[in-house]
């Protein structure tokens, strides 16, 4: 949730670039391995496989659920204005990297398609999290 906060007071092409990407894709990794070693720290310094594949699995879960509670609540009552700017960012990103490789009427299509289907939407965000 807070990089999702984040992502959000700095804008859309904070939370477009690829550095971004990287720290979201990292960050929760790495919080996961820190809060694995204060459990193991917290049980003096033992810890089964398959206890913490349990508390992994739980945080993982958990944490998953509230980050997608939150994009709900940002994208569709907080500030739905921010889900139309970031998916115009996700278009011109789209046709920046994609215009070399393929040809001006397939990207056309492509590019309709993208503008049609709302990644934001409720029931979208939702399977995002099963």
Known sequence: ????????LFG??????????LIEIFAP?????????GYKQMNQGFLTYG???IVCFGLFATSSFIHTFFKVLLFNYIDPS?????QEGTIQKFIEIMSDVFP???LE?????L?????????NLTKGFT
């Open 1 to 8: 949730m807070l990089l999702s906060i984040i992502s959000y």
């Open 12 to 21: 859309v092409d904070f939370k477009l670039s690829f550095a971004w990407t």
């Open 29 to 37: 990794f790495f919080l996961l391995i820190f809060l694995l070693l």
């Open 51 to 53: 206890h913490a594949f």
């Open 82 to 86: 921010f889900s139309l700017m970031l």
């Open 104 to 106: 001006p009427d397939a």
């Open 109 to 113: 299509t492509m590019i309709t398609e």
């Open 115 to 123: 503008e049609t289907h709302d990644n934001f939407s409720v029931t």
